[in-house]
């Protein structure tokens, strides 16, 4: 125990050396040359200039410059986040415990062991009391028709427009880029072409509707408009809007491993602006790392929709969903590290891998500390045990996950919308200042763990959003799990 805390108090100290290890290294080579030149004095060193050839202050001077004008023309352009608005639940969609286990119980299509094993779930599942579910599903039996479905995410995403809009002040004919994702339900006409008709955007527009994509698909939808923005003109704006339709996904059977979602899954979405213009933006995208697992069988299947022996069309969750879920976010967060992590994490991290390989894996791996290449977490609120596994995995304070947990006790699990609102949060509290690096996490089916960097330019001034009327009440005490 002493070893070991001697060496964490002598860790600041190697990361401090180790992360400027270039200005260590450069002020004596400039403290040598600045004595040099003194000592040699103004005449001797005019004297050398001049003695070479025209050529060569040619190079000197044209290839530095040249080099410069190549690197900035080839780069990818910055993106950046103008900002960003979620839907706000109606108090009148809100499904407290008592009265979504009373729908249950009077539901004939549920048994009472059905009942008894969803009154396990809520009691263990992390969400609150106001969690909101759209108005067909508090009709008995719950309505799941077309029309009741494209109410909902008529109401969720026109909604999340209307508020991004007005805070942008952003004329819809504005619009450059539309991305749209929501895995479960994708009518005809689709939902870029709803939204298209409703706003009457140019007909120019390029749209994509993405579907199936899993809760993850929020992160893709913004590497997808990045990539779109990178190749439009300069300043072009890119509309995304990420959101899960529930009312048509409604279980109705008794299969356990299918009767989860109905206890996580709340009605939620979001819309972001976009933008290769960072005049008025309040982040920059700094990195997006997809990582895809779905050539494994049992990554694959892990969150399956499929049907039960009645017939009954619901989604499947694996027992084995954490451990493949842990193994995703191991690959992202490999291929995330050397993007974000100072070198003294990354020369610790590269030591280990060495040493592990001479001793035949002996060793535990060395977990790269994330603190120090982020202020802020947003960890995909997709339920309790999710949320625990990644604190422990990176090793986070309760501090950095208490986004998630508020996130999923106020709104439940909104699908790929969840980080948006985990981020609203973060602002809400007045956390966030200029600077500022967040690091967005999220799963999906397939199996995919995705992630985002951002870096704060423009913390909000207000907390006008989704945390508006209730963000004094937070953070609230969550009870441990009850082991039975």
Request: positive net charge; proline residues 5%; contains cysteine.
């Amino acid at each position: 125990m002493g070893s070991s805390a001697q060496l964490r108090r002598l860790k600041p100290l190697y990361q401090l050396v180790v992360n400027n290890i270039l200005a260590i290294v450069a002020v004596p080579l400039a403290a040598a040359a600045v004595l040099k030149a003194a000592e040699l004095g103004p005449g001797e060193i005019l004297a050398r200039l001049r003695a070479l050839r025209p050529a060569h202050m040619f190079l000197a001077a044209f290839l530095p410059a040249a080099a410069a004008a190549l690197y900035h023309r080839l780069r990818p352009r910055a993106v950046y986040l103008v900002d960003y608005a979620c839907f706000r639940t109606n108090p009148n969609c809100r499904v407290p415990f008592a009265t979504f286990l009373e729908h249950s119980r009077v539901w004939p299509g549920f048994d009472e062991r059905s009942v008894r094993f969803m009154t396990r779930l809520l009691e263990r599942s992390g969400l609150g009391e106001e969690t909101c579910l759209p108005y067909a599903q508090h009709y008995i039996p719950p309505s799941r028709d077309l029309e009741s479905s494209r109410a909902e995410a008529e109401l969720v995403i026109f909604s999340a427009i209307d508020d991004l809009l007005a805070k942008t002040k952003m004329s819809p004919q504005d619009i450059d880029i539309l991305v749209v994702n929501c895995s479960l339900f994708a009518p005809t006409p689709s939902f870029t072409d709803m939204i298209m008709h409703r706003y009457k955007l140019r007909k120019d527009v390029r749209n994509v509707h993405l579907a199936g994509m899993g809760c993850s698909a929020g992160l893709i939808s913004v590497e997808l408009a990045r990539n779109l923005l990178q190749v439009a003109p300069w300043g072009a704006h890119a509309l995304v809007v990420s959101t899960e339709t529930i009312t048509p996904n409604y279980y109705m059977g008794q299969e356990r491993a299918m009767l989860l979602p109905n206890c996580l899954f709340r009605m939620g979405g979001a819309a972001a602006l976009l933008s290769t213009n960072g005049a008025n933006a309040r982040f920059r995208l700094a990195r997006v790392v997809r990582t895809l697992r779905g050539a494994a069988d049992s990554a694959y299947h892990c969150v399956y929709q499929e049907e039960d022996d009645r017939g009954n069309v619901g989604i499947n969750l694996s027992k084995d969903l954490m451990n493949i879920a842990g193994d995703a976010l191991k690959a992202n967060i490999t291929a995330m590290g050397p993007l974000v992590l100072p070198a003294s994490e990354q020369l610790l991290f590269a030591l280990s891998f060495i040493v592990r390989k001479v001793l035949n894996n002996r060793i535990r791996p060395y977990i790269p500390d994330f603190r120090t290449a982020f202020e802020h977490f947003c960890i995909h609120a997709g339920g309790r045990a999710v949320i625990d596994e990644l604190q422990r995995s990176l090793t986070l304070s309760d501090e950095q996950v208490e986004a998630s947990r508020m996130t999923l006790h106020r709104f439940g699990n909104t699908s790929s919308s969840s980080l948006w609102y985990e981020l609203a949060y973060i602002e809400a509290k007045g956390r966030m200042r200029r600077g500022d690096r967040v690091w967005m996490i999220g799963f999906g089916s397939g199996f995919k763990c995705n992630s985002a960097a951002w870096e704060c330019i423009r913390p909000a001034v207000n907390a006008d959003g989704p945390w508006a009327n209730c963000i004094h009440r937070y953070p609230v005490h969550i009870p441990d799990v009850l082991k039975h």
